[in-house]
Structure formats: C-alpha cells, structure tokens
C-alpha cells in the first residue's frame, strides 16, 4: 500500500521542480504561465472532484479491483504525459493521471483498515502516512537529478517501472475485500458529489488564478458547487439506499477529525507553497538544492508517523492532537522572523520541527475517522478524509494566495511608479513578474531586485500568520470536541442499524 501510494505523491512532488523547464520552449513545451497552472489544476480539479466516487465503487466491487484498475490507468496517463507533445495535450494527461490516482488513493487506506485488527490499525495508518513523508522527501530531488541528465518528459516516466512493480504486488499479497451488504449503488448522489465537488474546486481554482473571490468565475461554480452538495446532503437523508450516511457527522470522533484534517492542511498548504518561492526566487537555490532542503520536514514525518499510534496509546489522541496543532501554529508564526537573510539552518529548524507535528495530527485524525465507521465503510471513510484534505490545501492555496499578492501589489506601488502603466501592472503581479521586468530594463531594473524581494517577505509573514491562526483554530476544535483518552469511544454503527451512534 505505501509502495501504490508513492507513485501518486512523487508524482506531484516532483512535478513541482520541473515547470521551469516544461515552461521552456526549446528544452520543453513552451507552456505558458496559464498553461503551466492548469497542467497542475487538471490533475487536481479530477483527483478532488472523483476522489469520493472511488471510495464508494471500491467498497461495493472490491477495493484491490479498484487499485489496480486506478494504478494501470495512472501509468498509462504517466506514458502520455511524458511524450506530450504540447501543453494542451499535456493538461488532459494529467487530468488522466488524476483519474488513476482518486481511485488508488481511497483504496490503499480501506484496504489497510480492512488487512489490520483495530490494535494493529493506528500503527499501520502511521506507516503508511510515513510514506507520504518518504515521497515528498525523494520527489524534489529525484525530479532535478532527472532534469540535469535527461529531458523533461523523465519526470513522469519515472512512474512506470513503479507502476509496473506496485500492479505485480497488488496481484500476489493483497486481498480482495468489499462491502458484503449487496445494496443498490445510489448513482444521484455519487453524481450530485462529483458535481458539487469539482464546482467548488474549480472555484478555489480560478480564486487563485485571478487573486480575487469577487470574480464571477470564482464565486458561481464556488457557490454553485456548495449549493449541491447541499443537495446531496438532503438526498443522502432520505435515500434508502445512501453512498455515505451523512448522520455520521454526528458521530463527534468522525467530524472533529475530518474538521482537524482539513484545517491543518488548509494553514500548511497555504503557507507552504509560497516557501518553494522564498527558498529559489528569494535565497536563490536551484530546484535541486530546494528540493533538498524540505528533507527535514520529509525526515520528521518519516520519523514520527510511525511511532504516533504509541503517542495515542500513551497520551490518548485528543492530546496528541491539541499539542500538534499548537506546535503547528508555533512554527507556522515562526516564519514571521524568517528574512530574506535568515540563516537557511532556522529554516531547516522550523521544517523538522513542523514535519514531526504533522506527524502526531495525520495518522491519529485518519485512524479516528476509519474506527468510527464499520470496515465496510473503509473506502468511503478514507475518500472522505482524503477529500477533505485535497478541498483544504487548494483554499490554503487559493486563499493566502490572493492575501500574499495583494500585499505584495501594495508594498511594490511605490518602487514600481516610476515604470509605464502597462509595464507597471505586469511587473506588480508577483516577484516572479518584477524580477522579469528588472532583468529586461538591465542596470536600470537592478533597484528593484531588493524591494521585491522584501515585499514578498513581507507578503508571506501575512500568509504565516493566517496559517498559525487557522491551525490554533483547528487546536480549540480537537480541544472542545474530540473525545478524550477515557471517554467512550463511539461504536461504529453497524450495516444494517438505521441509526448510527452519537457520542
């Protein structure tokens, strides 16, 4: 399962480091900035948008059927996008890819929530969200040793022989589990979660592409996408026959869990993937060399996850939680003293230390939601959670975006007045745009290397501190209504009770 998952992340992870290069016109597709967005975007618009459907189809037809079918159709859409031919072609592979990956991804978690007794489970869970660790750890690095011997399509062949490999596994040591209650599929209201999904998703999207909420583009399909899954909520209820029994959200181990998840992913996401910026546009690292400095955090998560269940064990989970999300929060603020000549070893510091709380919130907030729910539940639990995490880092995104680039426009209207309107617009946009009109004025733009530089900074504290307000947030929920080390935990109801159990 830790080898199925490794293709799915690595493959981001490494993708990152790579579109400079696709961007190139000679060496890659000549993909435009819009081009380059969506190449990202289409992968997570269908990942996101599909990832609750998966759990579903893998509880009722079997979840090693799925994993298989999801892995064979990543790898192919791997070969196409490695041999695109330009960006167009490109962005529909990797909303293939996305295909592929929504059904491994819930697979993996349930077939694991099936495999393992519930004394074993939380020990299981923290392995395996150690090799989310592993991935973000080797991806980076992996993708600049492709670029620097071979061309860009490497970055997504590398998927194949693992692939290759994973199938092979599958087939041997996996065992084929399902739902045994043979009840009808509920296809309105795995259609009403796609639609409403990939609505919302596709909002946060564009929110983050034109740094603003108050564009129709971002407000109609954001609230259009809420205003159905609305709908699916009130189907749910009444369905006899319903794909997830919204009245699990009573269960207050389950929501406070899924609410934790989505909180802490929402604060480090949106914090986090400003600091590739910072550590190649501002201290001036290559791909490789950034790539190698978020192996702290990688290190800390591979380290900790595993060892989480025994810090439940001992400390009960509500505790472990709390604590972690406040840790999250500390190191989070701690980026509002990084400068633009900090030391690289505080920032070393803060992404271990960041790493290590991840570590303690992940794998007990994922086994408290796979334990409230009945095994046979396992896909649909696990595409929840791992929804829940992909619709909270894009607004992370989307949303300390636009506060990092309005502050950013604001603190550059000054140093770039002197410039012509036209150039004056484009250089404001962000520090990759002013560096690009400081390098073509020559001498003349080399005053605005320094201000931009210190704007972004400035920009990012903001973000920084958004970040450790919403993840002190997420510390007072699991604080108030996660049950503690002594309470009764709720019995996960069974298939055929009508009613599941409330704590």
Not at 284 to 293: K, R
């Amino acid at each position: 399962m830790v080898f199925s998952l490794l293709a799915i992340v690595l493959d981001n992870t490494i993708l990152n480091v790579a579109l400079k290069v696709i961007s190139d016109p000679v060496a890659g597709l000549g993909a435009t900035q819009s081009q380059l967005e969506w190449a990202i975007n289409s992968y997570t618009l269908v990942f996101a948008g599909l990832l609750f459907t998966f759990g579903v189809l893998g509880d009722r037809f079997g979840r090693k059927r799925m994993l298989q079918v999801g892995m064979v159709l990543f790898g192919l859409a791997s070969l196409a996008s490695a041999y695109s031919q330009d960006p167009t072609q490109l962005i529909f592979a990797r909303a293939a890819m996305g295909l592929g990956g929504a059904a491994v991804m819930p697979a993996t978690l349930a077939i694991i929530s099936n495999v393992f007794a519930p004394q074993e489970r939380g020990k299981a869970i923290g392995i395996w969200a150690g090799g989310v660790g592993l991935a973000i750890a080797i991806g980076p690095i992996t993708g600049g040793l492709l670029l620097e011997h071979f061309w860009w399509g490497s970055v997504f062949l590398v998927n194949v022989p693992v692939v290759l490999i994973s199938t092979v596994l599958i087939a041997l040591l996996v065992p084929e589990s399902r739902n045994p209650d043979k009840a009808q599929l509920d296809p309105v209201g795995v259609l009403l979660s796609i639609i409403g999904l990939v609505g919302i998703v596709y909002g946060i999207i564009k929110g983050g592409e034109l740094g603003t909420i108050t564009h129709p583009e971002v407000w109609l399909p954001g609230l259009g996408g809420v205003a159905v899954l609305a709908a699916f909520v009130w189907h749910e209820r009444r369905t006899a026959h319903p794909a997830f029994d919204v009245r699990y959200f009573g269960i207050a181990r389950f929501s406070t869990a899924v609410a934790s998840v989505g909180l802490v992913f929402f604060a480090m996401m949106g914090v986090m993937f400003f600091l590739a910026f910072y550590l190649q546009i501002v201290k001036g690292y290559t791909p490789l060399q950034a790539g190698a400095l978020v192996l702290p955090f990688a290190a800390a998560q591979l380290i900790f996850s595993p060892l989480s269940a025994q810090m439940v064990r001992r400390f009960g989970g509500k505790a472990v939680a709390t604590v972690s999300l406040v840790v999250v929060a500390a190191t989070l603020a701690g980026y509002y003293l990084i400068e633009v000549d900090t030391p690289i070893w505080a920032f070393e510091l803060l992404g271990f230390v960041q790493g290590a709380a991840m570590a303690n919130i992940n794998p007990p907030a994922t086994e408290a939601v796979m334990s409230s729910l009945p095994r046979e539940k396992a896909g649909v639990g696990s595409a929840m959670t791992n929804t829940v995490r992909q619709v909270g880092g894009a607004l992370g995104v989307a949303i300390m975006g636009s506060l990092l680039s309005a502050s950013y426009r604001d603190n550059m209207a000054g140093p770039l007045s002197s410039l012509p309107e036209n150039v004056r617009h484009t250089a404001g946009e962000s520090i990759t745009a002013t560096l690009g009109v400081a390098q073509a004025l020559g001498p003349k733009g080399a005053a605005l290397i320094a201000p931009a530089k210190q704007a972004f900074m400035d920009g990012m504290h903001v973000t920084a501190l958004c970040g450790a307000a919403v993840a002190l947030f997420g510390a007072a929920v699991v604080a108030k209504w996660l049950p503690g080390k002594n309470a009764v935990a709720a019995q996960a109801p069974r298939p055929e009770s009508k009613e599941p159990a409330v704590v």
